[in-house]
């Protein structure tokens, strides 16, 4: 049994899993919880961008107790709905929802998005996630996305947008990257 020490403030704790790789962790705006990465015991998920080994996203309180589930990778015929790895962490600014990038196409990553509060996760939007930002409007999300040129340009750009937590585009941010 492998065994991940992590000290958040005076606390020290434990976090224990049989055979257990931790990946990304994170501790939520007001320090009361932990959510973090590990693998899992599910079969290999397959994407667009490769097979990856099953993996979890697990909570905690900064005691090392209340342990939740908060979500498993798992294959979906349609790539949008698969979770294939828990990429990048972000917590909101208020630390209720964890955005995560997931390998997805060949090309492109997908954003999905897990609530702390209820465990229900879905997808935002194909993507990488780069920051979530609070605004006069609630939180929005700054994210990097690969798009296509129209005939006859053609070719493939990356840009960054900022969109709603719904996935929806407000405005493009910066230059086109070729």
């Known amino acids: 049994?492998?065994?991940l020490f992590i000290t958040l403030g005076a606390w020290l704790f434990a976090v224990s899993a049989v055979q257990a790789?931790?990946?990304d962790s994170l501790i939520s705006p007001d320090g009361k919880w932990t959510v973090y990465v590990v693998k899992g015991?599910?079969?290999t998920v397959s994407s667009g961008a490769?097979?990856?080994e099953s993996s979890e996203l697990w909570q905690m309180d900064s005691h090392g107790g209340n342990r939740t589930l908060l979500a498993s990778t798992h294959n979906d015929d349609d790539v949008?709905?698969?979770?294939?790895?828990f990429n990048d962490l972000k917590l909101s600014t208020d630390?209720?929802?964890v955005y995560f990038d997931t390998p997805a196409w060949g090309t492109s990553a997908a954003v999905h998005v897990v609530d702390t509060t209820t465990r229900k996760e879905h997808f935002v939007c194909p993507g990488s996630l780069l920051q979530v930002i609070h605004s006069s409007k609630g939180d929005q999300l700054v994210f990097s996305q690969k798009r296509y040129h129209p005939a006859p340009q053609y070719g493939a750009y990356w840009r960054?947008?900022?969109l709603t937590?719904?996935?929806r585009e407000i405005r493009p941010l910066g230059e086109i990257e070729e």
Do not use: F, H
Request: aromatic share 12%.
């Open 1 to 3: 049994m492998k065994r």
């Open 95 to 97: 630390g209720r929802l």
């Open 21 to 23: 790789e931790v990946g």
């Open 165 to 167: 937590t719904d996935g």
């Open 50 to 52: 490769g097979d990856y």
């Open 41 to 43: 015991s599910g079969p």
């Open 80 to 85: 949008r709905y698969l979770v294939a790895e």
């Open 160 to 162: 960054k947008y900022l």
